[in-house]
């Protein structure tokens, strides 16, 4: 059970400035000081260096400043809402992990706040084991634990991929992409050739299934396609009713 402490205004800023060098960063905006303050105790605990914001405008100043890691963003704002936060927010921090706190649950919403560039979406009333749960496997899924690691360099045809450096181009050409969009493509890479299917991909990209909608996995393939395969001959290849596979080009 994890203990929830209040603290006194400012503590959230001080911690920030004493915070250790390998603390991840995560901030929290919401428009519930309740919920927010919670949400600060129980990352504090678990480690995170971790600043609030209330309302869109502060966070997307927040987010210049403080440059977190990942951030925990609730849709439904005073200002404007937490899509039009993610959009400012991916000028200047285009790689930021984006978890979704709202209380809609339709599939359009999820759509639209996936299609806005978030990782994960977590609905009210929630646990707040799921959303530690979720959180961690954003962090995991971007590469930003500070434990050392051994690097890789994945090759499938002229694609390459640095894990180590997180670098990822095509015919010596670089491409940017989101760190789920880089997740997903590295799950294709470790698998060349061999087909996936979108429970596989759900099971292990995004750990949790968004409740088996398999749409977010056409989603981000769609992206990546995009991105890896525009005006060049293709590597990710549909296998109808099955699911995708990665292979060089003919």
Same mark, same amino acid.
């Given at each position: 059970?994890?203990?929830?402490?209040?603290?006194?205004?400012?503590?959230?800023?001080?911690?920030?400035? /004493?915070? #250790?060098?390998?603390?991840?960063?995560?901030?929290?905006?919401?428009?519930?000081?309740?919920?927010?303050?919670?949400?600060?105790?129980?990352?504090?605990?678990?480690?995170?260096?971790?600043?609030?914001?209330?309302?869109?405008?502060?966070?997307?100043?927040?987010?210049?400043?403080?440059?977190?890691?990942?951030?925990?963003?609730?849709?439904?704002?005073?200002?404007?809402?937490?899509?039009? !936060?993610?959009?400012?927010?991916?000028?200047?921090?285009?790689?930021?992990?984006?978890?979704?706190?709202?209380?809609?649950?339709?599939?359009?919403?999820?759509?639209?706040?996936?299609?806005?560039?978030?990782? /994960?979406?977590?609905?009210?009333?929630?646990?707040?084991?799921?959303?530690?749960?979720?959180?961690?496997?954003?962090?995991?899924?971007?590469?930003?634990?500070?434990?050392?690691?051994?690097?890789?360099?994945?090759?499938?045809?002229?694609?390459?991929?640095?894990? /180590?450096?997180?670098?990822?181009?095509?015919?010596? #050409?670089?491409?940017?992409?989101?760190?789920?969009?880089?997740?997903?493509?590295?799950?294709?890479?470790?698998?060349?050739?061999?087909?996936?299917?979108?429970?596989?991909?759900?099971?292990?990209?995004?750990?949790?299934?968004?409740?088996?909608?398999?749409?977010? !996995?056409?989603?981000?393939?769609?992206?990546?396609?995009?991105?890896?395969?525009?005006?060049? #001959?293709?590597?990710?290849?549909? !296998?109808?009713?099955?699911?995708?596979?990665?292979?060089?080009?003919?």
């Amino acid at each position: 059970m994890v203990n929830v402490m209040t603290e006194p205004p400012g503590t959230a800023e001080a911690a920030a400035g /004493d915070a #250790e060098p390998d603390q991840l960063r995560v901030l929290v905006v919401d428009d519930e000081p309740s919920l927010a303050e919670l949400l600060g105790s129980v990352l504090r605990h678990e480690g995170w260096q971790v600043q609030t914001a209330a309302d869109g405008t502060s966070a997307v100043r927040a987010a210049r400043e403080f440059q977190p890691d990942a951030v925990v963003l609730d849709v439904t704002l005073p200002d404007f809402d937490g899509l039009e !936060v993610l959009r400012r927010m991916r000028a200047v921090l285009p790689q930021v992990c984006v978890l979704f706190l709202t209380a809609r649950d339709g599939v359009q919403d999820r759509i639209n706040g996936i299609t806005a560039g978030g990782d /994960d979406y977590v609905t009210k009333p929630f646990s707040l084991e799921e959303l530690l749960a979720r959180l961690r496997g954003l962090v995991r899924r971007a590469g930003l634990t500070r434990l050392h690691r051994a690097g890789t360099r994945l090759t499938v045809g002229d694609l390459t991929m640095d894990e /180590d450096a997180r670098e990822v181009s095509r015919d010596g #050409e670089p491409i940017e992409l989101t760190a789920t969009e880089f997740e997903l493509l590295r799950f294709l890479m470790r698998n060349p050739r061999r087909v996936l299917s979108k429970a596989q991909i759900l099971d292990r990209v995004w750990n949790y299934d968004f409740g088996g909608q398999a749409h977010v !996995v056409e989603l981000y393939i769609s992206y990546l396609r995009k991105k890896i395969d525009a005006e060049r #001959e293709p590597l990710i290849h549909t !296998v109808r009713g099955v699911g995708y596979v990665l292979k060089p080009a003919a």
